[in-house]
């Protein structure tokens, strides 16, 4: 069987990491990863350069770890976290952090664009660029505007991928579906509270199952990891990130959804919400 993605994707597909909890509403399974990060990193330095301004805007603080109140944890006496927690191999899979809000927004952007090049790569609607260039890499906007390559959009292909940040009441719906390991255990105690656990799974980008509709996964019915606990995770509200990190005492953490940033820290991640969105293609 083929690996395809169905051209009726956008009724058949839950996007790539994405948990379906209500009608075209869905939530990664866990927060976005260093490894996921890194290869937002490398595909950035690879089209701007690595010394281009959009590569150093998108940079984490690695330097989030030298906070003073940081330095107590038990975590950062056994590694020195300010050189390996983002690129070493032990924690690829664990959330990022040192990310800001501002960045957030823009890999969630990234990552649509990224999706939607891949459902018409799949379809044969475009072809894959390996080597894009600043000029000529695929977005979302160029191709339903015809500036992809002079592509002309095609109407069976008019819904894309709208990945963002949550909002703090979508991060709430997220924590009432039914498999959400908080909904199902309000008051579970994580195992290491005080560590970052790494993530549970890693399927954000362009994983594809063999099914008949070939459907992206993961499917319906997936839980929903650490919404709570872990690493506090930024919403598209204006400084507020929600569910509390491994920094937080777990008292308040059970008790309190919303916690205030004002910059970017060593217990703070984000993931992301997804939808299908339709572009009015005009012919």
Same mark, same amino acid.
């Given at each position: 069987?083929?690996?395809?993605?169905?051209?009726?994707?956008?009724?058949?597909?839950?996007?790539?990491?994405?948990?379906?909890?209500?009608?075209?509403?869905?939530?990664?399974?866990?927060?976005? +990863?260093?490894?996921?990060?890194?290869?937002?990193?490398?595909?950035?330095?690879?089209?701007?350069?690595?010394?281009?301004?959009?590569?150093?805007?998108?940079?984490?603080?690695?330097?989030?770890?030298?906070? #003073?109140?940081?330095?107590?944890?038990?975590?950062?006496?056994?590694?020195?976290?300010?050189?390996?927690?983002?690129?070493?191999?032990?924690?690829?899979?664990?959330?990022?952090?040192?990310?800001?809000?501002?960045?957030?927004?823009?890999?969630?952007?990234?990552?649509?664009?990224?999706?939607?090049?891949?459902?018409?790569?799949?379809?044969?609607?475009?072809?894959?660029? #390996?080597?894009?260039?600043?000029?000529?890499?695929?977005?979302?906007?160029?191709?339903? #505007?015809?500036?992809?390559?002079?592509?002309?959009?095609?109407?069976?292909?008019?819904?894309?991928?709208?990945?963002?940040?949550?909002?703090?009441?979508?991060?709430?719906?997220?924590?009432?579906?039914?498999?959400?390991?908080?909904?199902?255990?309000?008051?579970? +105690?994580?195992?290491? @509270?005080?560590?970052?656990?790494?993530?549970?799974?890693?399927?954000?980008?362009?994983?594809? +199952?063999?099914?008949?509709?070939?459907?992206?996964?993961?499917?319906?019915?997936?839980?929903?990891?650490?919404?709570?606990?872990?690493?506090?995770?930024?919403? #598209?509200?204006?400084?507020?990130?929600?569910?509390?990190?491994?920094?937080?005492?777990?008292?308040?953490?059970?008790?309190?959804?919303?916690?205030?940033?004002?910059?970017?820290?060593? @217990?703070?991640?984000?993931?992301?919400?997804?939808?299908?969105?339709?572009?009015?293609?005009?012919?």
């Amino acid at each position: 069987m083929k690996h395809a993605v169905d051209v009726n994707y956008y009724q058949t597909c839950n996007p790539p990491g994405g948990v379906k909890i209500t009608d075209n509403s869905y939530c990664d399974i866990s927060e976005v +990863t260093n490894i996921n990060y890194l290869e937002y990193m490398f595909w950035t330095g690879r089209v701007y350069g690595t010394n281009s301004k959009e590569y150093m805007a998108i940079l984490p603080d690695t330097m989030v770890w030298r906070d #003073s109140a940081v330095l107590n944890k038990t975590l950062c006496i056994k590694y020195p976290l300010t050189l390996y927690y983002l690129r070493g191999v032990i924690f690829e899979n664990n959330p990022v952090v040192g990310i800001t809000q501002k960045q957030a927004i823009a890999f969630s952007k990234w990552r649509s664009d990224r999706v939607m090049e891949f459902v018409l790569v799949t379809n044969k609607e475009i072809i894959w660029d #390996s080597a894009p260039k600043r000029e000529t890499f695929f977005t979302i906007e160029k191709y339903y #505007s015809g500036q992809y390559k002079n592509i002309k959009p095609k109407a069976r292909f008019s819904y894309y991928p709208d990945f963002r940040i949550p909002t703090v009441d979508e991060w709430k719906r997220a924590v009432k579906y039914n498999d959400s390991i908080i909904a199902t255990n309000p008051k579970k +105690t994580p195992e290491l @509270w005080l560590d970052i656990a790494p993530c549970r799974a890693d399927t954000l980008f362009c994983q594809v +199952t063999e099914s008949p509709a070939g459907a992206l996964t993961p499917k319906k019915g997936s839980p929903i990891y650490n919404l709570k606990d872990n690493v506090s995770e930024w919403t #598209s509200d204006s400084g507020i990130c929600v569910g509390g990190g491994w920094f937080d005492k777990k008292e308040i953490v059970l008790k309190q959804d919303t916690f205030h940033r004002t910059k970017p820290n060593a @217990w703070t991640g984000f993931r992301n919400v997804c939808q299908w969105k339709k572009w009015d293609i005009k012919n």
